[in-house]
């Protein structure tokens, strides 16, 4: 349980055991950044799946009780506040901000129909320049994700940034209302200064590769040699960098590609080194075909990447001191007034320190005490593009 303030936002978090205790506990502290009526006109709240079904009486409640008309976020498997994180146990997390109703516009879901949030955000960016939009979406939308990304990058001109909802039963989302399907959010205007980072959790084991030959999703052969050639020998060149001796052959490649290697696509034009890791769906040494989930052509660039405890700590670490670095640099000062944070549920087992778990601590120890609320997502997005196996920081400034 905290609760977090600054001028413009203020953040509760609190697990219980059933949705009223939740809510009234998360309720009851924001209420002490209320106590002079405020002005507080936005929330961003997060609720564990174990809430699923009383998802509509809890956004019901938080308008209610804090005269709030707009509220978006998403149901998680797990939620994420200001140095702690809630998993697999009834919880909620919430924010409150005070932003000018010029500067944002709740949209409504996208999935087969766009309309309604082609409207909505017509009428606003006619008079407004989108900088910053906030997406969450359901992973099971009848709609591709990557087209109605694509779609809203279109009509906003913004940088899209968000999650996929994760839950073993719906998959909900927030935007003024409680809906399932497509992907919904909020726009803010350049007005609102704002900061992401993304880490990967990865380290890449070798250099990047070309597809010299393939077959839909099947890799045949990179840089003209057998595909499982190039990446048992990227596999040995990490083995020797983490053992300082060459492999004796006892552990066999595929079973350490299926555990901690994966395949990346470095994003064409990125100049964060920014790629895209999916999954390695399985090998086959005889033919030296690796098929992945991705679908690639003749050309395309890719490597392999390495993902255990460590290089998650440390790419955290990294991508977090390098945004407060530059925040410092441009501002003068490193004193954001909100965040949000938008994990993958793949990091919930990993070790940040003493057990599993503990991301957020270490959020907290290079940011400090900023207001923040999260999600762990089944898909994350930066840059209208959808990743795996990341975390993304969104600060306002």
């Excluded at 005490?369 to 898909?379: K, M, R, S």
Aim: glycine share 10%.
């Amino acid at each position: 349980m905290g609760f977090f303030t600054s001028d413009s936002f203020a953040s509760a978090s609190a697990a219980g055991t059933d949705w009223r205790d939740t809510s009234k506990a998360v309720l009851k502290m924001l209420e002490k950044a209320q106590t002079d009526g405020g002005d507080f006109n936005i929330g961003f709240i997060y609720i564990s799946d174990n809430l699923t079904e009383e998802a509509n009486s809890i956004i019901n409640l938080f308008r209610s009780v804090t005269n709030i008309e707009h509220w978006v976020g998403a149901i998680g498997l797990g939620v994420c506040a200001t140095g702690e994180e809630y998993v697999d146990e009834p919880a909620i997390t919430a924010m409150i901000g005070r932003i000018n109703k010029e500067d944002f516009c709740v949209f409504p879901a996208i999935d087969l129909n766009p309309e309604p949030a082609r409207i909505a955000l017509e009428e606003w960016t006619d008079s407004t320049e989108p900088m910053l939009v906030l997406v969450h979406g359901d992973p099971l939308t009848d709609t591709e994700p990557a087209t109605i990304l694509s779609q809203l990058e279109q009509m906003t001109g913004g940088f899209l940034v968000g999650g996929m909802s994760s839950s073993r039963t719906a998959h909900l989302q927030f935007a003024d209302e409680v809906t399932q399907g497509g992907i919904s959010g909020v726009a803010f205007s350049q007005e609102i200064p704002v900061a992401t980072a993304l880490t990967q959790g990865c380290a890449p084991i070798g250099p990047v590769h070309t597809i010299t030959r393939c077959d839909e999703n099947v890799i045949i052969e990179l840089d003209g040699q057998r595909a499982f050639d190039v990446f048992s020998a990227d596999l040995r060149t990490m083995t020797v960098q983490k053992t300082e001796e060459a492999p004796d052959g006892k552990d066999k490649p595929d079973d350490l590609f299926r555990g901690e290697v994966h395949v990346a696509f470095p994003v064409s034009g990125s100049d964060q080194q920014d790629y895209l890791v999916r999954n390695a769906l399985g090998i086959d040494p005889d033919k030296g075909w690796i098929a992945v989930a991705h679908n690639v052509t003749n050309g395309e660039q890719m490597m392999f990447v390495h993902r255990d405890d460590e290089t998650v700590r440390a790419d955290l670490s990294r991508s977090l001191l390098d945004l407060r670095h530059r925040i410092q640099d441009e501002n003068g000062e490193f004193s954001p007034k909100g965040a949000l944070y938008i994990s993958s549920v793949a990091r919930t087992m990993s070790d940040f320190g003493d057990r599993p778990g503990g991301e957020m601590k270490l959020v907290h120890e290079i940011i400090g005490d900023v207001p923040l609320v999260g999600f762990y997502a089944n898909g994350e997005i930066s840059n209208h593009r959808l990743y795996g196996y990341t975390a993304i920081l969104i600060l306002f400034l």
